[in-house]
């Protein structure tokens, strides 16, 4: 199948209906769906922004436009810890365990203990494994000490493989992996790693990743590294969030960043042995640029403007734009056009990085050691941040009462629609998504 470019100021001549001669442009202005006109909000100068956020762009576009502004100011950047969507999985559930069980398994601060080894059903060579047997393995203060010289934090979403929406936009600090893995001497005939967590005590209940041990040793230049992960958002890992100790892995769906991490094997067997890859999902899918709504009134009142919010998981592809259309809600789909390339796509508001970044961080501001500012200058490398998101907001008005389909998508920095390149399930949620709307008059 084609890519979907985007094609948003592209003449339409496909009819609404088969019984109407006018376009479909035509007729969604006949029925009075209007743009509020604002294509991005201008980024403040003292930002890093790519050249096309900067570029004919209104600086005045929020303060004239109350109603924006007020859904705007409901937005809040990363999700406070304790918000964070839980998997729960085990029997008993996991998350669920009680505080004071928690030592005794090894999941407080106080008892935790990483153990480091190879493969013993391979070859690889590891010349100071870190075991519990050898009173070796990596402690709660060991790595404290190991951060005070190492420690890093990033901004990264954390979204599962086939969830409709990210489970929540944090800040990660943690040492990265390479440093306590040089530590244990490893040698020949070493090619991949592999992690698990607590898991009851039951092998039928681990839940495991792998990483090509590459990944972990080196990253090119701007990319973030696989971190020994023990704070979000400034504040030690509750246990819910997979405290004390967490695996995280940027760049890919949150499978790959095991939570109560405990022992970590180094083999020379080449194949993944990930949980998730044997319950039929494409572990190795990069996160993907896509579009969500967050907030769209049920109802709307005819000939008056109504704002709407989302946001815009940055992935791979990067992100150019935010769209949005509005559709009769009882207009039969196309079969030749499945992904709504010919509709009448309207840009939405980019924001900008905002102000305040989260209640859970002092006074709202970005930690220095943050690797996603510039050392020299002491802003953003970018924005949007690769594997991030984005808020965006549009504001619109219907003239015919009716019920309405209001959908959004990305472009991306090649210029391809969502859902494209990567419509295919199991490799990351990414389906334009849809909202209903009810005009009265």
Not at 271 to 289: F, I
């Given at each position: 199948m084609?890519?979907?470019k985007?094609n ?19 007729a969604?202005k ?10 991005f909000?201008?980024i ?10 900067n ?9 004239q ?8 100011s ?34 407080s ?6 153990e ?39 901004l ?24 306590v ?7 020949r ?13 039951d ?7 792998s990483?090509?041990?590459n ?67 494409d ?28 946001m815009a998981?940055?992935?791979?592809l ?6 949005y ?31 305040n970044?989260?209640?859970d ?14 050392s ?26 009716g ?7 990305t ?5 391809t ?16 998504e ?8």
């Amino acid at each position: 199948m084609a890519e979907l470019k985007d094609n948003s100021r592209k003449r339409i001549s496909k009819p609404l209906k088969d019984n109407e001669g006018i376009s479909r442009r035509e007729a969604l202005k006949t029925i009075g769906v209007m743009s509020a006109g604002i294509s991005f909000l201008k980024i403040p100068e003292n930002e890093i922004c790519p050249p096309a956020f900067n570029a004919g762009l209104r600086p005045d576009a929020l303060r004239q436009d109350p109603i924006l502004a007020e859904a705007i100011s409901q937005l809040e950047y990363l999700t406070p810890a304790k918000k964070f969507i839980v998997q729960r999985r085990g029997n008993p559930v996991l998350p669920e365990l009680p505080e004071e069980l928690l030592p005794s398994i090894g999941l407080s601060q106080e008892t935790w203990r990483l153990e480091i080894i190879s493969d013993p059903e391979s070859d690889s060579e590891l010349g100071n494994p870190f075991t519990i047997e050898n009173n070796n393995a990596l402690t709660w203060s060991g790595l404290m000490k190991m951060a005070e010289k190492h420690a890093v934090s990033y901004l990264h979403v954390l979204s599962c493989t086939n969830a409709p929406k990210p489970y929540g936009m944090g800040l990660w600090e943690g040492v990265p992996l390479r440093e306590v893995l040089w530590q244990t001497k490893p040698g020949r005939n070493i090619r991949r790693i592999r992690f698990s967590g607590y898991h009851n005590n039951d092998p039928k209940q681990i839940f495991q990743s792998s990483l090509p041990i590459n990944r972990v040793l080196e990253e090119i230049p701007g990319e973030l590294p696989v971190i020994l992960a023990y704070k979000l958002n400034g504040q030690y890992f509750s246990h819910a969030n997979g405290g004390p100790v967490r695996l995280f892995v940027p760049g890919f769906y949150g499978n790959r960043s095991i939570k109560w991490l405990q022992k970590i094997v180094l083999t020379n067997n080449h194949q993944a042995n990930d949980t998730y890859a044997d319950w039929n999902n494409d572990v190795e899918s990069p996160v993907k640029t896509c579009a969500k709504f967050i907030k769209v009134p049920a109802e709307v009142r005819t000939k008056q403007m109504f704002a709407f919010t989302g946001m815009a998981q940055v992935g791979l592809l990067g992100l150019s734009k935010v769209q949005y259309c509005i559709m009769p809600a009882d207009e039969p789909p196309d079969a030749n056009d499945p992904y709504l390339a010919l509709a009448d796509w309207r840009d939405a508001m980019i924001l900008p990085p905002p102000a305040n970044w989260g209640s859970d961080l002092p006074g709202g501001k970005l930690p220095g050691n943050l690797m996603q500012i510039d050392s020299k200058t002491g802003k953003l490398v970018s924005w949007p941040l690769p594997n991030t998101i984005v808020h965006w907001a549009a504001s619109a008005k219907i003239d015919i009462p009716g019920k309405y389909d209001l959908r959004c998508r990305t472009i991306d920095a090649n210029g391809t629609a969502q859902p494209m390149p990567r419509p295919f399930g199991r490799s990351g949620v990414n389906a334009i998504e849809a909202a209903k709307i009810t005009a009265n008059s």
